[in-house]
């Protein structure tokens, strides 16, 4: 079954430091989104991105933050400069279109800034 | 906005027995997901209710959708050891276009 691949799996780096988080979406899907889970508390909408540009962010998706989709395979978040409350589990899903598709999750990438 | 939310938060059940888990949210919406995360790991899915009366089986688990009231329900028949982690709704609302919104998450146990 196709699957959704983020790496790294766990990443660890200090306050104020920049990050990236790569996702590989599954191939013949078109829209990609990030989601994050602070440890013990539910999942959180960051941002969808379809058609090389960002379709929705949340209010958790400021300044810092930025998505790309560098070369047709990867998707990546950046954290420009972290802060200890960015540390969390950041997932990456994709979906083949909207409507009635279903997201496909990747294993996530566990961030820890200290 | 859209809110979702579950109750219970927190099931501690015995293996054997049956439970509900609910979700309600609040807006209007067609599509409603249930996920299962084991500790540490990633979101797998379990069900997506399209419509209103969707109800959807598989092995112990059974989902339902009411969307006029707003509700779905996970129901565990029998529940065994393996069926303990966390289960997620999300709702995928109408004016929010395809992001989801999850509920906080009901942890289950299933005691031997």
């Known amino acids: 079954e196709p699957e959704v691949t983020q790496t790294p799996s766990h990443q660890v780096t200090q306050m104020g430091q920049e990050v990236i988080l790569r996702c590989v979406p599954i191939s013949n899907h078109l829209y990609f989104y990030w989601y994050r889970q602070i440890l013990g508390q539910k999942v959180e909408f960051l941002v969808s991105?379809?058609?090389?540009?960002?379709?929705?962010k949340s209010e958790i998706f400021d300044d810092q933050f930025s998505v790309e989709r560098p070369d047709g395979s990867n998707f990546t978040l950046k954290i420009r400069s972290t802060k200890l409350e960015d540390s969390a589990m950041y997932f990456c899903a994709s979906s083949e279109g909207r409507g009635n598709y279903g997201y496909t999750f990747g294993s996530g990438t566990r961030l820890t800034v200290v | 906005e859209l809110k979702v939310e579950q109750n219970p938060l927190f099931l501690s059940m015995q293996e054997g027995k049956n439970y509900t888990i609910y979700c309600n949210y609040s807006?209007?919406?067609?599509?409603l997901y249930w996920y299962r995360q084991d500790p540490g790991k990633s979101l797998e899915s379990l069900f997506v209710?399209?419509?209103?009366?969707a109800v959807k089986q598989e092995g112990r688990l059974m989902a339902s959708l009411d969307t006029k009231a707003r509700l779905s329900t996970l129901h565990i028949t029998a529940a065994v050891h393996d069926l303990s982690a966390t289960y997620f709704c999300a709702v995928e609302g109408e004016t929010s276009g395809s992001r989801l919104t999850f509920g906080e998450g009901t942890q289950l146990t299933v005691n031997p």
């Open positions: 807006t209007t919406s067609d599509r």
């Open positions: 209710l399209l419509s209103n009366g």
């Open positions: 991105f379809y058609n090389n540009e960002i379709s929705e």
